[in-house]
């Protein structure tokens, strides 16, 4: 699947690989839908605290533990998109995993065989969790004035939809076209 990307009023399509021992991952750290804990995080909420979260380092732990593992790289407000056509609103994360510990490597190795193939925030909300009634009928509370202290990788996300999607070194664009 090849998407384009916009920077600037250029349109880019073919990446090339540069730096290939660097390992950078993509993924949806959250989706706006309900987690097997009965929340579902709101996505406008969740932007707002990313900007923090980079600012103290933007830190990976393997499956919330202490062992930081890697870094945040780029966060996005964007779409998820179902087979089905049902749109909802999601964050797309990209990271980096260090390669000094073997700690590191185990975790990429996880990542690339697809063992470790999702994402899951670390933090905490401040407000009270409001019920909000889903498409199905069934209740979700949300997840609202967050703090956001890591993102984990991690075999079984909380939010179901909250997959890596992609692994590979980091690209050079090479512009296509313009707008």
């Known amino acids: 699947m090849e998407e384009e990307l916009f920077f600037n009023g250029l349109v880019t399509k073919s990446l090339h690989p540069i730096h290939g021992d660097d390992r950078f991952f993509e993924g949806y750290l959250t989706v706006q839908v309900k987690d097997k804990q009965g929340e579902i ?4 909420e969740l932007i707002k605290v990313l900007p923090i979260w980079m ?9 919330h533990s202490n062992r930081v593992v890697g870094k945040g790289i780029n966060y996005a407000k964007t779409v998820y998109k179902t087979d089905e056509g049902v749109e909802y609103p999601a964050i797309k994360i990209t990271g980096k995993i260090h390669k000094n ?6 975790i990429w190795q996880k990542i690339t065989k697809g063992e470790y193939k ?8 401040k407000a009270d969790r409001d019920p909000i009634r889903m498409k199905d009928g069934s209740v979700a509370y949300s997840l609202k004035e967050l703090e956001h202290y890591e993102v984990a990788v991690c075999a079984d996300p909380a939010v179901p939809l909250a997959l ?5 070194p980091l690209a050079k664009a090479m512009v296509q076209g313009t707008t």
């Open 118 to 125: 999702g994402l899951s925030f670390g933090g905490a909300t």
């Open 55 to 63: 600012d103290r380092g933007a830190p990976i732990t393997d499956t």
């Open 164 to 168: 890596i999607t992609d692994h590979n």
């Open 101 to 106: 510990y073997e700690l590191d490597n185990e």
């Open 41 to 44: 995080t709101i996505v406008d």
